[in-house]
């Protein structure tokens, strides 16, 4: 009997040391089980932080218009799906039918330079527009009329005494003192005798109409006041004597 006693006690013993060992193990399990939870949640928020600061770093880095730029393979395996989407979307943007259609379209027809607003065109220009909007210095009837007037006063005289003679004509049209026309100059009554000897009526040579468009183009080489042509001494003075002439001021 006392020997069933000290077994009862030994079980008791036995039983309540297996009870606090489980109550033990449980305990540990439990503190075990809390530690790992507390540890994923740590590193499910520093990878969810992780991602977060990768995507805003793509958001505002360089090529941010791209969705972000990879920059090793660790960084494209954390790409969040969204990120994925907007960049598959701008690729497939740029690279998109009506892009491509227009940048062929730029290709085939190029942009038109712009002309230069300085240069010697634009002087060659000013020039072309002066003389569309400057009236002629002379019309074909004084041309006409003055050929024909050098070619009855001096024909086969050299080129420069043709000169004078015409001269002498622009000279007068400029005077107050006689017509302002080289037709009312040459048919002034008693003036030139060619008009009434029928010389001014001669075929002008190719010398005379020469002489007659330059005079018409450039001007009187003779002095302003210079305006007697003939074979005596008029006015106030001889200014020049040829021999065929005097030229004389008024």
Partial sequence: MRTNKILNIMMSAAVMASVASGTVLAEETEEETIEYREMNETEGQAEKEHVLEQKKGKEIGPGAEYGGCESNEGDAAQETEEAVYVRMGTVEELNGPETAAKAEQQKEEPESIKPQEYGPHM????????????????????????????????????????????????????????????????????????????????????????????????????????????????????????????????
């Fill in 123 to 250: 002087d060659l220009l000013a020039k072309e527009t002066e003389a569309e909007e400057t009236p002629p210095l002379y019309t074909d009837e004084d041309l006409y009329i003055l050929a024909h007037a050098i070619c009855g006063e001096g024909q086969c005289c050299p080129d420069e005494e043709q000169l004078y003679i015409g001269s002498v004509i622009l000279n007068r049209r400029s005077h107050g003192a006689y017509p302002n026309t080289i037709q009312g100059v040459v048919f002034q009554r008693g003036q030139y005798a060619c008009t009434w000897d029928g010389n001014y009526y001669r075929e002008p040579t190719e010398a005379n109409w020469r002489n007659a468009r330059w005079l018409l183009e450039n001007g009187s080489v003779l002095p302003e006041n210079v305006v007697y042509q003939a074979g005596f001494r008029q006015g106030s003075g001889i200014y020049l004597q040829t021999r065929y002439h005097k030229y004389c001021y008024r």
